[in-house]
Structure formats: C-alpha cells, structure tokens
C-alpha cells in the first residue's frame, strides 16, 4: 500500500500577533495537521501553550489537531487536553515522560482521540515497540525537544526506517524536527509519512509554496518507491 504523506504545520514558528492569519494560510494551502508544542520548562527547557492555548485554536480552525506534550507526567494531563480538543484530534506524549505509557494511551483512546508517542533522538525503539499495536501513530524526534530551528540530526533515520519495518500496515510514522527541502526526502525515504514542518514553513516568504513545494518532493520519493517495487 502505497503511504500517504501528511504535513503539520508547526505553529511553534509562526507569528505569535497573527497566528489566526498564519493558521487560515496553512489552511487554505491544505495543510493536514496544526502541530502544537506543549512544553512544561522541566521536561524540555522551554515553556509555551496550555489546554486554554488549545481550545482557541480548535475554535479558528477545522484543520485536526496534533497535540505533541512534551511534558513529564503526561497522564495527569490527558484528559484537560482532550476536552480543549475533540474528535478526530491526536495527543503525543513522550517515552521518557511516564512509567506508564500503556496508562496514558488507554486515556487518550477512553477521551475518543487518537493516540501517538514519541521517541527523543537518542532513545532506541524498543521502548516503543511493545506499544505499536496498541497506538495510531510513532514520532521520531530528529531534533532535542524545546525548540525550534534546529539542525535535523541525520543519525535518527535508521531508528525511522526499523519502526516502518515493524509497525502495522497503515500505521503513521512522524518526524519532528530540522525539515527543510533537504531533509524532507531522506526522512520519506525511510518511512516517514507524517512530516511536521516548522521554520520551512512559517519561516518563508510564502507559507503556501513552502508547503507546496515540501509536499511534492515528500509525494515524489514515495512515487519513486512505488515505482522500484513494481519494476525491481
């Protein structure tokens, strides 16, 4: 089955004075995801949007939301931001932040989202591997969480292509972090689907080529892959 790439846009980069401007650009440009960072200051060194942060967004917007907590104790706080969010929406929430990981995905599956974790750059798949089953999506970071406009770290693509050789048929994989027109096609490459964009959107003098041009690049590798399995 041939996979299809959806791109998020992370507002984590966009203008904080115009963000309902910057949102319907990337609406309109079909966009498939609004990508929020939720940083705590202890899990990550940064602090930015809460559950209040998330109910506005999901008033100025039907785009579904992808609600990434990078914040400790996740499960305390599934359930305040599925009630910011709704049906349809996703929570990520990190391998290293709980003991309880099958905890908090019961939670996110019980408030009716869907539910995805993520990896940080250094930590190895088999954290997650037990859980690929049981989730809707894995995110491999290719940055260290907090910020953005980082360099994407290149050593995270193995990890990306050992989760698409084990995961379901069908499953999303996501990458976060350091996408540009470069880094785009060797995340896809090796099974990525799902791609969050940030500054290579937001960044730009026109959101909407941007998006444009990393979804054409992203749709051309999975065409080439497509291609070299029909024909060997």
């Known amino acids: ?27 309109m440009a079909g966009i498939d995801l609004i990508h929020i960072d939720v940083m705590d200051g202890h899990f990550v060194p ?34 305040v931001f599925a009630d910011a969010a709704g049906e349809g929406d996703l929570i990520t929430f990190h391998i290293e932040a709980t003991k309880k990981p099958g905890e908090v995905v019961s939670l ?33 970071m290719s940055v260290n969480p907090g910020f953005a406009g980082q360099r994407f770290i290149s050593e995270i693509l193995p990890k990306i292509a050992r989760l698409r050789s084990i995961a379901p048929e069908g499953m999303d994989i996501e990458v976060d972090g350091g996408i540009t027109t470069e880094t785009i096609s060797q995340a896809v490459r090796q099974g990525a ?12 003098n026109d959101p909407c080529n941007a998006i444009k041009t990393l979804r054409q690049i992203a749709e051309q590798v999975v065409r080439e892959e497509c291609h070299h399995r029909i024909n060997g």
Not at 16 to 21: F, K, T, Y
Not at 48 to 74: A, C, N, S, W, Y
Not at 193 to 204: D, L
């Open 46 to 79: 940064n602090i930015t949007m809460g559950p209040f942060f998330v109910e506005g967004i999901k008033r100025i917007t039907q785009v579904p939301l992808d609600m990434h907590l990078m914040i400790e104790h996740p499960e305390r706080y599934v359930n």
């Open 193 to 204: 689907n799902v791609i969050v964009a940030a500054s290579a959107i937001f960044k730009t």
């Open 108 to 140: 996110i599956k019980s408030a009716g989202l869907k539910a995805s974790v993520s990896l940080n750059p250094d930590t190895p798949t088999g954290l997650v591997e037990d859980l690929l089953d049981t989730i809707d999506m894995v995110l491999v």
């Open 1 to 27: 089955m041939q996979r299809r790439i959806k791109l998020a846009a992370s507002i984590l980069a966009a203008n904080p004075v115009r963000l309902e401007e910057d949102i319907k650009k990337v609406e």
